[in-house]
């Protein structure tokens, strides 16, 4: 895997993220003027099929999953594509729909024609449906590592619009960045999203030296992603004030769409209890990682 | 993303498995009655850093002129992995060789580094870094201890505080003050035995006295013993952070998994979710610091981002032993184990190495570039 990958240069990706990017962004864009229930999401899937986003999950998923996935989270755009990934990855065909797992046993189904959604983000699609049969692990993981990217890039968004608030608005005469309670949760969140990257980017590494265990550093990579999304959500609330509350900046959708995301194949706080219990079960932490 | 390592490593999978195999067949356990007097712990680290030196493992990853064996410095990483995950030597102290010996490669006069070198990696000596003083803690830069010259040599006159081993050690790296400001600052290579020299061991919560004050009573230095040039020392100091962050701490963290799976036996309240989320913790430090390690070896200068290997460590090793007083209830009040002692260290883990709200000054002016406070 590693080897085909390495066939994908640094340039040819910068230049298919770059695509991928301003697909997104014009999707963002028109569901953010549009009045009609038009179906951005579904819209975007088949301008990002399109620019080779199946081909590329097909070929190479290491490249195509962190990539797609940290894309929309950082662009607040939104397509399916967690089906894609998992039905992909259990050998079926990717374009259909299969019932998810959420939080709290509950099941999911992200459907591909969008009509107005009743979900915490009424932007998706992402309907309560009865159980389904469990998913294939290999692509449970996978699924997990894609959303885990999402809520990154869902993480960095929302820095990236706190830092900026804080940079601007003045409060006693001078920008509210210069005051250390303000910064201290901006570098709280900076570490966390760091934290998490580095778990992800480990659950995704082909190398010699990848995980032992890629189920498990999945699952904690999803943890990590979920947790430090959160974190994101909390500081930047905060940081933004009564901006931040309003419909009318950007940061509600994000912070929603984090709320949704984690609960998505398993919550934070439940992929954490299912790695002590497998912890507890082995009676040593697998260090999943070396040097 | 991570960077690619592909061709270092087939070499360091090969050292991992001659190294375990080496430790499996030569026992270099501590006797676990003296675990936890700081003595032993001390004579322990000698006759680990001895055997592993007469077998060449302690040389890999240092370079030949100062006694090394030469290879990419992931070797250390991967020995003081084993040495912590072993228990064999209590990982803060064996570390010390990380800051301490990078520094004498890089600014001794390379005739000194070649004779002391190898007798710190050889387990000869301890050495300890004279850096904190009573009024220079976080504000390192305006420490006092000064440094007057006088003909060839120098005199020093100050008072060092937190100095970890003094007690034990035969010399120190000492940063005085030559001139103002951070470029007044002057490092020096000191024989702790030279007249004037006074050192107090600390008396900490934890009851392992491995601090000490250092006292500075017209000290003389030849001139011979400077690193670098008058006003290098905050370089000096600078320059072992990448050093601290990352072999350091890819060793403490193998310790504390180490731990983690002695609390995952020892734990009397099942609350998995509370070990799940130590676990996080802890592996997302590896994680980090596994991507370090590999920058490291490619070659990058590290800065200011290891500022968050930091702040994860720190806050893993408190949420660790946190969730120890909380799952082994009474222990560490009423018992006398390890815990205790233990626990009590992992309250200083937020303050030593730079406090936590530090760290976080450092990533919100350096990598969040929110401009001066």
């Known amino acids: ?291 | 993303m991570a960077v690619d390592s592909g061709a270092l490593t087939s070499d360091v999978a090969s050292f991992r498995a001659e190294l375990r195999s080496w430790l499996d067949s030569h026992d270099l356990t501590p006797d676990p009655a003296a675990e936890h007097s700081l003595d032993a712990q001390v004579a322990q680290l000698s006759r680990v850093r001895a055997a592993l030196y007469d077998a060449g493992w302690m040389r890999y990853g240092w370079p030949e002129a100062v006694g090394g064996l030469g290879g990419p410095a992931v070797l250390r990483a991967v020995l003081g992995e084993e040495v912590s995950a072993r228990g064999l030597a209590e990982p803060g102290i064996y570390s010390m060789v990380e800051v301490l010996a990078p520094t004498m490669i890089s600014y001794a006069p390379p005739p000194l580094a070649a004779q002391m070198v190898p007798l710190l990696l050889n387990g000869e000596e301890q050495w300890c870094q004279g850096f904190s003083e009573p009024g220079s803690g976080s504000d390192l830069a305006s420490l006092t201890t000064k440094a007057e010259q006088r003909g060839s040599s120098w005199v020093v006159t100050g008072q060092k505080v937190w100095t970890s081993l003094a007690q034990y050690s035969q010399r120190c790296v000492l940063l005085t003050r030559t001139a103002p400001g951070h470029g007044g600052i002057t490092a020096f290579f000191i024989d702790l035995d030279s007249p004037g020299i006074t050192i107090r061991p600390l008396r900490t919560m934890h009851g392992v006295d491995e601090f000490a004050e250092v006292f500075f009573d017209g000290v003389t230095v030849p001139g011979s013993r400077m690193l670098g040039q008058p006003g290098d020392g905050w370089r000096v100091a600078m320059d072992l952070l990448p050093y601290e962050r990352s072999t350091c701490f890819w060793h403490r963290i193998a310790y504390l998994f180490n731990r983690l799976d002695r609390l995952t036996a020892a734990a009397t309240v099942p609350d998995e979710a509370a070990l799940g989320s130590v676990y996080l913790s802890l592996y997302t430090a590896r994680c980090r610091s596994r991507e370090t390690q590999r920058r490291l070896g490619a070659g990058e200068t590290l800065g200011p981002e290891t500022s968050v290997d930091k702040i994860l460590l720190q806050t893993a090793e408190q949420q660790l032993y946190d969730t120890a007083r909380d799952l082994l209830p009474s222990v560490i009040e009423l018992s006398e184990s390890p815990w205790r002692s233990e626990y009590l260290y992992s309250r200083a883990a937020t303050i030593y190495g730079g406090t936590a709200e530090i760290q976080r000054n450092i990533v919100a002016r350096r990598l969040l570039d929110l401009g001066k406070e």
């Not at chain 1, 240069?9 to 230049?15: F, G, I, W």
């Not at chain 1, 995704?204 to 498990?216: N, W």
């Not at chain 1, 509350?245 to 984090?258: D, G, M, P, S």
């Open chain 1, 1 to 291: 895997m590693a080897e085909t990958d390495e066939l994908m240069d640094a340039a040819e990706r910068d230049l298919l993220a770059a695509a991928f990017r301003k697909a997104m962004t014009t999707s963002t864009l028109a569901s953010a003027s549009s009045s009609t229930l038009s179906a951005p999401g579904d819209d975007l899937a088949a301008a990002l099929r399109e620019l080779g986003w199946t081909d590329l999950l097909a070929e190479f998923p290491s490249v195509a999953i962190p990539m797609v996935f940290r894309l929309l989270g950082e662009t607040g755009a939104h397509a399916p594509l967690v089906n894609d990934v998992v039905l992909a990855t259990a050998g079926r065909d990717p374009d259909g729909t299969l019932p998810l797992p959420y939080a709290g046993g509950s099941w999911v189904v992200w459907e591909r024609s969008a009509s107005p959604g009743t979900a915490l983000d009424d932007s998706i699609p992402l309907r309560r449906t009865d159980a389904g049969a469990a998913v294939d692990r290999a692509a449970l993981a996978a699924g997990r590592r894609a959303v885990g990217w999402w809520l990154l890039g869902s993480g960095r968004a929302m820095l990236a619009l706190a830092r900026a608030h804080a940079l601007d608005r003045t409060q006693f005469g001078r920008p509210i960045a210069s005051f250390q309670a303000v910064r201290h949760r901006l570098a709280e969140t900076l570490v966390a999203l760091d934290g998490a990257e580095a778990v992800l980017a480990a659950a995704g590494d082909r190398s010699d030296t990848g995980p032992a265990d890629v189920e498990l550093a999945s699952l904690l990579a999803k943890a990590a992603a979920g947790q430090a999304a959160l974190t994101a959500a909390r500081h930047c609330q905060q940081v933004l004030g009564g901006i931040g509350f309003t419909a009318e900046h950007a940061l509600h959708i994000h912070v929603k769409r984090a709320l949704l995301l984690d609960g998505l194949l398993g919550s934070a706080r439940e992929l954490t209890r299912e790695a002590g219990r497998r912890l507890a079960a082995d009676g040593a932490a697998l260090r999943l990682v070396d040097l």
